[in-house]
């Protein structure tokens, strides 16, 4: 009784871990990126779904029951690889979310591995009771096979248009932003630019004046003279999450001059706006002057 009830518990955990990856894809693949498992975000993209597909074959695999002896050994080795990353993270000081559960249930890598821990427990006995059956590979891959290409199909890797935003996720304030997903607010200023500061300044006060509508906003500083994120922050009374950014891509986000607002919905650009900050953002946003 007791094993049936562990084997359905692992069960469900690879399936809520799959749902919480599901639900955010985006911070999952920042997640990747951040770990330095990948290196751009199409392929942290990729390979976000197969790891949902493959959390979701387990889950149903070990419902099933299976060959259940091997999958337990693939459970067992899946883990034990998982804990030693995360004990490389918690090692160098990471004390990010890692991932694990999504933006869902935030876990330290500490947090995680006292988890997997009592996971590799769980699935330690349930391997040493179960007796070894014969592998069924062609059901096995099969079944793996389709949970993922149904993963991709429900999940399609996007192509926005906004790709230009792609690189930008970890901001001050912000350690983990995902841009491409939801709607979003980006501002390009020059730090010594006063056009950039009075802009600054109207979104402050319309931040302040409509705190449960005002958009989730990031900055990108270029920096040229001898003014500060903080001196901006100071003068505008804002104190929005931000990134510096060099001369190149400041020149290549602008239009004839600073400042410049993008308005992004799920990765792409929905407006570009450069005069009229204040009423524009009204309008699109339904905020209070």
């Given amino acids: 009784m007791w094993k049936k009830v562990l084997r359905i518990f692992l069960a469900l955990t690879f399936f809520f871990s799959a749902y919480t990856k599901f639900i955010a894809p985006g911070f ?11 290196d751009s975000r199409h ?11 493959i959390e979701i074959a387990l889950g149903v695999v070990l419902l099933w029951g299976l060959a259940l002896r091997r999958m337990l050994g693939i459970v067992l080795l899946m ?12 090692a160098i000081g990471d004390t ?21 821990v009592g996971l590799l427990l769980i699935s330690g006995y349930l391997y040493r009771g179960t007796k070894p059956e014969p592998l069924p590979w062609k059901t096995l891959l099969l079944t793996t096979l389709g949970i993922t290409i149904g993963t991709f199909w429900a999940l ?7 790709a230009q935003f792609q690189s930008f996720h970890a901001f001050e304030g912000a350690p983990r932003v995902d841009l491409l997903s ?4 980006v501002a390009i200023f020059n730090l010594d630019c006063e056009h950039c500061q009075e802009a600054a300044q109207v979104m402050g006060e319309l931040e302040r004046k409509n705190p449960d509508r005002f958009p989730d906003t990031y900055v990108l500083y270029f920096k040229e003279g001898s003014t500060t994120p903080e001196d901006f922050e100071s003068l505008t009374q804002t104190a929005f999450p931000y990134q510096m950014i060099d001369v190149n891509t400041f020149f290549d986000l602008i239009g004839n ?3 410049r607002l993008y308005h992004l919905k799920k990765g792409r650009v929905a407006q570009v706006i450069d005069a009229d900050f204040g009423s524009s953002l009204q309008a699109i946003f339904g905020l209070n002057p």
């Fill in 96 to 116: 990010e979310n890692c991932g694990c559960f999504g933006e869902l249930l935030a876990m330290s890598p500490a947090e995680s591995i006292l988890k997997n």
């Fill in 79 to 90: 883990l034990l690889g998982f804990t030693i990353h995360l004990a490389y993270l918690w």
């Fill in 43 to 53: 392929a942290a993209a990729w390979f976000t779904r197969i790891i949902i597909g």
């Fill in 182 to 185: 939801g709607e979003k607010v």
């Fill in 28 to 38: 999952f693949e920042l997640t990747l990126i951040d770990q330095h498992l990948v």
């Fill in 156 to 162: 399609p890797i996007q192509q926005p248009e906004a």
């Fill in 257 to 259: 001059g600073p400042p």
